[in-house]
């Protein structure tokens, strides 16, 4: 059958080419087959002539009775999976070598034989003409149908065939011997040696087969038996480079096959002794494992296909057929429907509800040899029986990304009602809680606990640094590590939702330092007086919880979400930048050195001298600032502060974990290696920057700073653990009402909406949300940390997102080509609970600690606000504004919106973002608002 032109490239020729004039004026010129005429005067039936040159009727309405309904009967009676199809087709010459060539498998996508029979494709969609699909159709509902054959061996089998042939006057008894042996000839897969090997020099019936699971050369002569040539990885080394890696790849299928694949083998022939197409459709009742005769993995055979038709017939009609099979057979519906049905007609009737459900494509734009491969971006449509349904249908608001930022959360109107609905849901899963930390990849789980706990510590000694500072040492770094673990190990316990992180967060140094002033405008001792707050913070958040107010979070929208999260994420980024400035205070860049050789460090101590009586001021030579510091003395001079390179070294150390942990993060979607190591790395990806380029720093050898760490476990005042609430006065107690109130909003804010975010439906979580729970937690560590002298903490938004996608679950793909698809994420609770238990035990391992640098862990802060806020939908929004429409990405979102309406909601979003920096970075309005928008980290 002429085909359309291709070009040399494998493009299709454009329709007005020459080349494709020339083939439009050879279909017209050739003459037309016509169907074959017995001397009886009778139309001969020609499986493969009669679809092309009879009129034919495709069925492929719904209504009752109609081939569609059939099939979807069928599949409603069995609902269950079934098992994955391995297929795998065969060619076969007579003029040729006459042996059996693979020339295709499938899996889930079509991969062909090529480079000299040394490869495999890369997997890619099939492409199909119509006229193999008619042809195919009519081999099914023509041809012979064998169901739950029970016929034991390949030979066997053949025999059946073959007698059926016989039976049906499709083969002539004279050309019977001639279609068995030609059905029994040897069988040559692709992990065999091409060339002279095909044939042993001693037995040239025995050919080499695909090697089996332990590396041995397989042989197979016809009688079916096996023989065992070598064993052992070893062997590989005797064979070409291309012809390893087809094995080694085998290899890696197998172990991903699930343990009920069955395979189908499609042998496709051209054979002169037959004078009209002969096929047979085969289904086993019990499927057999005829490996290594077919197919080439050792999968046992469900299925046969076989077709021998005579020279006359175009190649390219054999492949077509046998490629139309092998995509029925990889569809779900087909497949099921062939593996259930009793009536033979219903496997064609599954061809015509396929042909319902294929998308045409225009002539001229591609060929049945372009190669489309599966695409991530593309959305998977849910496979449906029929067309009306599946074209028709009125679309989705939720598969269209509608709805997926809500929550269902609603009032019981009981007392403690939302809190009894949150136990109910997270009781049956408390156990999974612990034993999914070890379920699938537990390197995944170990990975995520050690990035956790780099960047909570990072954040609670800096955040502890500050509060130290502006408390006058009423809490300080040893006060905040001691509170991460605890709360974080409580929380991490007992929450609802123990994906969310407890951390130091900007809103509650804000609040600690307007209380400190309070207090020492009143004359009362900070500690208890906080204490009290505290009191009143967990009553309030009891009062919440009891009434479900954690209800109300069901009124943050995409919008207030989008803002939040963005908020805190660019102030991530800003703050890592701002971190990296102050390293340059304590050592600056110097342009001149000859200033610093003219300026000397001197150490100025100020003393009293009681013989003069009266102050002297010592100048002393060649001290260390950090020296002349701890005497009570001022540095003076540039050399005090000369570091040199330090700082560069700081930046390019910054840089350079970001840059690693950030492609080591996206190496996962990439091609290079093996998709377990490809894991493996991203897993571990910040702590393999982390370690990497702390070498770096210890191989240059420069001073760089590093983490301060508390080296006793004592408070840093003089102060017992436990604060003496007795030591306020009592109108201290009732005061404290006021500032709890607006504490208490800031903290439910704060938690509520982090919960939100995690709790996302794009998340696919499945065990529960816990709003009313995850307060009633907050509610007892406020009061904890309050008797403790401890610092509050809430969920840390960026922190918690980061958690999550350090535990996204994808599939595991089975089929070459197939494209991971997201599954969830691994909902456990020890991730939390070891990250903050290694928190609390920090001060035990200062010395560890202390060989990370600085600039390294602010790096990974300044990943973590990169990566956060390059998934959110409203950064793709903003590049939108900046993108022509031709060149715009197809998001869903876009499709059923004006872009007027998408650049107007972006804006004033953008606005509205905007609204909260300015008032965030204006200090005397952000003092008024600290509940909402001084989200700092330190």
Known sequence: MPSRSLSLAGIPELRGSAAASRYRKSSITDPIRRPSIAPSGHLESDLLLDPITVSQIVNMGNHVDSPVENVRRLVLLHPDDDPLMFTEMLMYESEDDGIWKQNARWIKYEQIVEGSFTRFSKPHISLLHMHGLLQARNCLKKGVILLDEEALGYDNIVNVVVKEWVKRGSVRPIAVNAVRDAL?????????????????????????????ED???KYVENGGTIKEEDEGDDELENHPEPLRDVIKGNRRIMKRMPADAEGTAILIGRLVQVDRPACAFVRLRVAQKLYPTLPDLPIPIRFLFILLSPKENYDNERISIGRTIGTLLSDEIFRKVALHTLEPHTIADATDEFISQIVA???GICSTQSRWEPRETETKQTRSVGMLYATYRDSDPESDGGGQHGTGIVRTGKLFGGLCQDLKTKMPWYLSDFLDFFGGRLSQSLAATIFLFFANITSIITFGAVMERILHHQMAAMEAILSGGISGMIFALFSGQP??????????LVFENILFEFCIGNGWEFLPFRCWVGIWIAVFLIVLTATDMSALVGLISRFTEEAFATLISVVFIIQAFQKLMEISHDAPIVADPREVYESPCFCHISGFDEQLNTSVISKLKDI???????RGGEAVGLQCRFKPD??????????????????LNRFRKS????STFRNALSDFGVVIAIIVMTALSHMIGLDVPSLHVPEHFTPTLDRPWLIDISRTPAVAALVSFFPAAFYTILIVMDQQITAVIINRKDNMLRKGEGYHLDLLVI???????????????VAATVLSVMHVNSLRIQSESSAPGEIPRFLGVKEQRLTGFFAHLLIGLSVFLTGVIKLVPLPVLIGIFLYMGVVSLLGQQFVQRIALLFTSVKNQPDYSWLRCVRMRRVHLFTIIQLLSIGALFLVKYTRLISMMFPLMVRKNLV
């Open 671 to 674: 091609r290079f290696f093996e």
């Open 646 to 663: 330090v700082y560069m070294l700081s930046v390019l150390l910054t840089f350079g974990t970001f840059a690693l942990a950030y492609g």
């Open 779 to 793: 509610a007892a560590l406020v009061l904890i940390c309050s008797f403790l002298g401890l610092p509050f903490y």
């Open 361 to 363: 494509v225009p002539p």
């Open 499 to 508: 994906l969310n992180i407890l951390s130091a967060t900007g809103p509650t």
């Open 624 to 630: 260390p600032a950090e020296e002349c510091e701890a």
């Open 184 to 212: 029994l000839a040897p069988k040559q897969h692709l992990g065999a040696v091409p060339g002279e090997n095909y044939f042993d020099k001693k037995t040239e019936q025995r050919v080499p087969l695909v090697r089996d």
């Open 215 to 217: 590396g041995g050369a």
